[in-house]
């Protein structure tokens, strides 16, 4: 597991392993966990971003609109 992103919003943690992303909101207290074509799909996403615009601003309103629905709550026990 490898942190990739994290701001005051969302994290984003990679699984090179499995081939996935756990995308976090933490505002919702959601995640969700992307694996094959929706990892990839979520890859080229994020590397369309142009480098100069990789901001916290830019990646947490990304993250924003591709968390939206999420549906699975996180639990602490």
């Known amino acids: 597991m490898n942190l990739v992103y994290n701001s005051e919003h969302y994290s984003v943690l990679a699984y090179p392993a499995l081939g996935g992303f756990e ?36 990646l947490d309103a990304f993250l924003d609109d591709y968390c939206a629905g999420l549906t699975q709550p996180f639990v602490f026990h």
């Open 23 to 58: 995308l976090v909101d933490k505002d919702t207290r959601r995640m969700v966990f992307l694996q094959g074509p929706l990892a990839s799909h979520f890859r080229e996403a994020i590397n369309g971003i142009p480098e100069a615009e990789r901001d916290i601003e830019t």
